[in-house]
């Protein structure tokens, strides 16, 4: 090494000589030090929320300040003086430090180690009001006295996750998980963290007759349960709708979200609803996922008794939109009327209230499985998820309508956002676990589908998705005694009997040779959809009678056709000039991964 010191090392000197290290180590200790004071003190003694981002930035603001003073003065024992360059104090340059000094930098060192070393090994934190990112909103406890009226209180909980849902800023669990806690005995910690969330609402509804009273909490669960906030509510029950708004915005000051100037625009509004029409709207509610003749109809009735007492409420036409879709298909009306009482009711809706989430929804399940119009359907799924974030089956569906156009990395995003906040729905598990078929990820498909019937055994969408899970991890035998099952309730016993005696001695194709012939038979008597059979002959190598079964399909629109260039179901189609044909005039992508 040269016998001079180079320039670095003649710097650090200087550094030294000035004091400016050890003022740098004093100043950050006493800034962690502050920091801490004011962040752990701005919740018992009601501090403004925003004052410890106000010291960071004085703090930020006054470092290079510091250091400034720090070159230039020196603080001696005559007093704070103006440091001399270090030519004009010749071999004075190595000057001892000062005991104090010293003391103070090594104690301000070891206080910086230990708040560094608290924080990233520490224990548990307690969790503040601005820590709260997600939540949970339980099923609400009927304190009324009246169970007849225990259908209300639940279309009260899903109204408010809904309208809590809104707030871009919070993850909202859904509904349907959120219900799984109803009568539970589980803690608030325990709930808390098996759903992964930050917070937990509690609420009380105290009376519901011409006015509702509710008590509303918020418990924050680590480390240990404790009540955040606790507020009553009154409110007449025509402006039931304004209830909802108020506890929203309350909580999320509580919790001290920021919202946008749109969420603000949208908690501002006040409106009345009619008693007995939001009665029967939350009476529908019950059957709105009930694809049966029976449960179509039963919301029918509800949603048509509400329209007579308030005609000018948006949400009921969009509910009406709805039942119309499940008739459209299930078969249960004609195409042309059906597909007319979808676009009147969807387009009523978007006159009263061109800002309800639930109608863009709807309009977004239309344009993509009813009318096949893509780019329409993806701004309606973007237009409702702009105003409400946590709609899960706006995010679900739209993960669908990614996956048909084949961006299957977007959609496995959509669709996890999508299980993340309903986790515990069985219907959502199942149309995620068809996203992870289409890309082409069969192991994880066939675990979400069980996981979603270990929750409920009796879930028909979801247990639908176990054949072709099957079929695609090459479990034949599993998929063979499910295929079985269903048709027993179609087919003769003797005809099952006979298709078992064939798999056993021929095996799969032959097996499904014949329930394929047996389906023929039956043509007449028992709807099987063209894009069903299309999959039954393409599996057993009939590919020209796959081909005419998917034309069939594109000419009557069968709802589930969008689904044919996803993955690999027809994978020895994909270069066949009829059935690119198909996809060109769906206008869906035809170079198919």
């Known amino acids: 090494m040269s016998g001079n010191p180079n320039k670095l090392y003649q710097f650090w000197q200087e550094l030294k000589r000035r004091r400016v290290v050890h003022v740098i180590t004093v100043y950050a200790s006493a800034g962690f030090v502050i920091i801490e004071l004011v962040n752990n003190l701005t919740e018992p003694l009601s501090l403004p929320p925003g004052l410890s981002t106000i010291v960071v930035v004085i703090l930020a603001v006054g470092f290079p300040l510091a250091v400034i003073l720090a070159w230039i003065y020196d603080l001696t024992p005559e007093g704070i003086e103006k440091t001399l360059p270090v030519e004009e104090i010749g071999d004075k340059s190595k000057v001892k430090v000062p005991n104090a000094w010293r003391i103070t930098t090594y104690v301000s060192f070891v206080v910086i180690v230990g708040l560094v070393t608290l924080h990233i090994v520490g224990g548990p934190k307690e969790l503040r009001a601005g820590d709260i990112k997600s939540l949970v909103i339980l099923p609400f406890d009927n304190f009324t006295g009246d169970d007849q009226l225990e259908y209300f209180v639940a279309g009260m909980h899903g109204s408010l996750i809904g309208d809590m849902g809104r707030i871009s800023g919070l993850r909202v669990i859904g509904k349907t998980s959120a219900n799984t806690y109803k009568a539970t005995e589980m803690s608030a910690p325990e709930i808390a963290q098996e759903l992964d969330v930050d917070a937990v609402v509690e609420t009380q509804v105290m009376c519901l007759g011409d006015s509702i009273c509710l008590q509303v909490r918020i418990v924050t669960p680590f480390p240990e349960e404790k009540q955040l906030w606790v507020a ?25 979200i920021e919202l946008s100037s749109e969420e603000e625009r ?35 009735e509800y949603l048509s008794q509400a329209i007579v007492k308030d005609p000018d409420w948006a949400p009921l036409y969009a509910g009406m939109a709805q039942v119309w879709v499940g008739r459209l298909q299930t078969g249960r009306v004609e195409t042309t009327l059906g597909r007319q009482k979808i676009h009147e009711n969807i387009n009523r809706a978007f006159e009263l209230d061109p800002d309800f989430a639930d109608s863009h929804f709807i309009n977004g399940i239309i344009s993509t499985w009813t009318d096949w119009n893509w780019e329409k359907g993806e701004k309606e799924f973007l237009r409702a998820l702009a105003l409400n974030p946590n709609d899960v089956m706006s995010r679900m569906y739209y993960a669908h309508l990614l996956m048909i156009l084949q961006r299957k990395d977007e959609a496995l995003t959509q669709g996890r956002l999508a299980v993340d906040l309903d986790p515990l729905n069985p219907l959502i598990l199942g149309l995620y676990s068809v996203v992870l078929k289409g890309a082409g990820k069969f192991q994880e498909c066939y675990d979400f589908i069980q996981k979603g019937l270990s929750i409920d055994p009796e879930n028909g969408f979801t247990r639908g998705q176990l054949g072709r899970a099957y079929y695609h991890l090459g479990e034949y035998d599993k998929m063979f005694e499910g295929s079985k099952k269903n048709l027993s309730q179609l087919f003769e016993p003797g005809v099952i009997q006979t298709i078992d005696s064939i798999y056993k001695e021929e095996g799969f194709s032959a097996a499904y040779e014949k329930i394929v012939r047996q389906w023929e038979l039956y043509d007449d008597e028992h709807y099987n959809a063209p894009g069903s059979l299309a999959w039954l002959y393409y599996i057993i190598g009939e590919y020209e009678n796959a081909l005419d079964d998917l034309e069939a399909g594109y000419e009557m629109r069968e709802p589930n056709m969008p689904y044919i260039g996803t993955g690999i179901e027809f994978e020895a189609l994909h270069d066949s000039t009829r059935f690119i044909a198909i996809l060109k005039k769906m206008n869906l992508p035809s170079n198919i991964d």
């Open 232 to 256: 009553d509510y009154k409110e007449e029950r025509s402006k039931i709708l304004n209830l909802y708004n108020r506890v929203t915005k309350q909580i999320t000051d509580e919790v001290m």
């Open 266 to 300: 949208q908690l501002a509004k006040t409106e009345t609803v009619d008693i007995e029409a939001y009665d029967a709207y939350i009476r529908s509610y019950a059957y709105w996922g009930d694809l049966s003749k029976q449960g179509l109809d039963k919301a029918y």
